[in-house]
C-alpha cells in the first residue's frame, strides 16, 4: 500500500488531525518527558497542538493524508500562541522539569532562523500506519511550497528515529539540544531545493 494524495485541512478537519497527532506522538521522548502521566498526557496534547500548530488552520497550512497523517506547517510570520502555551507549560508540567522545559524552549528559540521561513511544529502519522510512506509523502508536498516560494524550512526533531527521514528530504541538523533530564531535541533546517 502507499500513500495517497496529501490535501489541504480546513477548521473541520481539525478534530481528526489532532487525533492522529495525539496518537502519533504519545510514545515520542520529548512528549512523555513532558507529559509522563497518561491521562495528563491525553487530556494536555490535544491542547498543545492547538497552541503550538493550530494556526495552520487559518492560512491553509495544515496538510492532511488519508485520516491517517497531519503536518502543521506555520509560514512565514505566523508563529505558536506563546502566551497559551506558556499557560499550559505552568499548569500541567510537573514541577521538577519546569526549569528544564523552559531552558530546553528558550535553546529552541535560539537555533530559529531570523530570515522567512517555513516552520513545521508538528507532523505525525497514526502509528498503526507506519512504513507506508504517508511521512514522506506529507513532508514532500510541505517542502515543495518551500522551494516554489524560495525559502527555508525549520522543525525542530524530538525523536531521532525521524532525522534519517528529514535528511533525506535535504534537512540538515544544526545542532542537539539536552538540557538536565530532557530528552535530546535536534534542531534541522533546509535551505530551498536542498534534495537529501
Partial sequence: MTAGKVEIAHVRDEATMVSVLTLAFAADPVSRWSWPAPQTYLETFPLFIKAFGGEAFAHSSAHRIDGVGAALWLPPGVHPDEEVLDALIHSTIPKHLLEDTFAVIEQMQRHQ???PHW???????DPS???KGYGAALLKHGLAICDRDGIPAYLDSTNPKNNALYE???????????????????PMLRRPGRRG
Fill in 113 to 115: 532562523p531570523e530570515e
Fill in 119 to 125: 516552520y513545521l511544529p508538528l507532523i505525525g502519522i
Fill in 129 to 131: 500506519q507506519h512504513g
Fill in 168 to 186: 533525506h528530504h535535504g534537512f540538515e541538523l544544526l545542532d542537539t539540544i539536552q538540557v538536565g533530564s530532557s530528552p535530546p531535541i535536534y
